[in-house]
């Protein structure tokens, strides 16, 4: 069997863990299937058994990956109650009346072996109806992994039945807020994208923004106001070390990173202006990609890395602008009332999504790149800063429902469907999304 290894994880130093595809009982001609492109969604009722062998760690990979499923919106998971097979009565295959008696359309099974500090780990999809097996993974990995290979097998799950690949083999980086508004304390700090495995990055000694992943998950660039001027700062997840990016006279913030991961676009307020620049990543090396009088922010790649979008008030108003990744040919791509900000391109590169103010109301909203099919997804008194899942179809934000409100976590589908908060310890805004971690 092939096997990949996972790189060192930043939650959990040096851990390891296997992968190899189980060989299919059957051929996998199931076809239960979903179509996530409406925006009426009637979930897929899906059973997820407990593991048999380790009952332990067999019940708590199965409660977390239905977890993720659940959220998605895409699934709803059958109460366990009403199974009438045990976990270890499924060996070989499982009794598909017993499990159409329930109105499953798909189950997921599996076994797990645990020793010396270590699990083996099975996993198996079922098309209830047609009786047939859709995928089915083996997974070998430390023990203290187990979260991890339940949301791979939540993304495997996923991917096969709606055509897209997951997105809960994730974590989120935010700005994690506590203190009275005049006097607020903010600190960097990261989680799993359900909440598990929370922690601070910074100690509240400064003020810090805008935190944004690399593309590999490993860095998170962010601003911070330390020493005379406020910096970008970059911060390595798996050792904790710190460096500034970039030796700017003025003060630098909204950093982002280059599809590539060896740039970062960000912007330098200096002598009353603010433009955007093209920081080379370790060196000194940087390149202006505006000058105007204007206040030009905000920039964030196409996934191809040849084009910008960022917001300026050079119309007059905060409008949203595309260029080349050179700083050539900028042109206005939004046209609707209100002010724009905060642009995040999609990693399809098929939408643009921002925060919008109009009518004394925030919004998140999306558009496709060109400006055209604007469509506002959320309406209160203060949503912001809109994030990507890697697949492209959730968008995490920040929300504040009244002035009094505690700031709060979001998600929502890109249809406009599945709104759900994401629970944190204490307030948090200004989320980022990583790619799928490997």
Excluded: C
Excluded at 297 to 320: E, H, K
């Amino acid at each position: 069997m092939a096997a990949v290894s996972f790189r060192r994880l930043a939650l959990a130093a040096a851990m390891i863990a296997v992968f190899s595809h189980l060989v299919p009982i059957a051929p996998a001609r199931a076809q239960v299937e979903i179509d996530i492109t409406q925006g009426q969604i009637q979930p897929v009722a899906i059973a997820v058994s407990p593991l048999a062998g380790d009952a332990d760690y067999g019940s708590r990979i199965a409660e977390v990956a239905e977890a993720d499923l659940e959220r998605s919106g895409l699934f709803r998971p059958i109460d366990r109650a009403a199974f009438i097979q045990s976990p270890a009565e499924m060996n070989p295959m499982p009794r598909f009346a017993d499990w159409r008696q329930v109105n499953a359309s798909v189950l997921v099974n599996g076994l797990v072996r645990s020793a010396g500090g270590r699990l083996d780990i099975e996993f198996r999809l079922w098309d209830v109806f047609a009786g047939e097996q859709m995928t089915g993974l083996r997974f070998t990995t430390e023990a203290a992994n187990w979260r991890r290979v339940a949301h791979r097998i939540a993304d495997a799950v996923y991917q096969r039945v709606t055509g897209e690949s997951g997105y809960f083999d994730t974590r989120i980086v935010y700005i994690s807020e506590t203190g009275p508004k005049n006097d607020r304390i903010k600190r960097l700090a990261i989680m799993d994208q359900d909440g598990a495995n929370h922690r601070f990055l910074t100690d509240g000694r400064s003020l810090v923004l805008t935190p944004r992943f690399d593309p590999t998950g490993e860095e998170v660039a962010y601003m911070a106001y330390r020493g005379p001027s406020p910096r970008v700062y970059v911060h390595d997840l798996a050792t904790g070390q710190e460096r500034v990016l970039g030796d700017y006279a003025g003060m630098t913030f909204a950093p982002r990173f280059a599809p590539s991961g060896n740039e970062v676009a960000l912007s330098l307020a200096q002598n009353g202006n603010t433009d955007i620049y093209l920081q080379t990543v370790g060196s000194a090396q940087a390149r202006r990609l505006t000058d105007s009088p204007a206040i030009d922010t905000s920039p964030s790649f196409s996934p191809d890395g040849q084009r910008i979008v960022f917001n300026s008030d050079r119309a007059g108003s905060q409008q949203l602008y595309v260029m080349d990744r050179s700083g050539g040919n900028p042109t206005r791509i939004s046209f609707g009332e209100g002010r724009y900000g905060t642009p995040v391109w999609s990693p399809r590169g098929d939408l643009v999504a921002f925060t919008k103010i109009q009518g004394g109301m925030f919004h998140i909203g999306v558009m496709q790149p060109d400006g055209s099919a604007e469509r506002l997804l959320t309406r209160s008194y203060q949503d912001e800063a809109p994030t990507w899942s890697p697949n492209g179809r959730v968008l995490m934000f920040g929300r504040k429902r009244s002035a009094t409100d505690r700031t709060r976590l979001y998600s929502i589908d890109i249809t406009g469907y599945n709104e759900r908060e994401i629970p944190t310890p204490l307030e948090a805004s200004d989320p980022d999304w990583s790619a799928l971690l490997r």
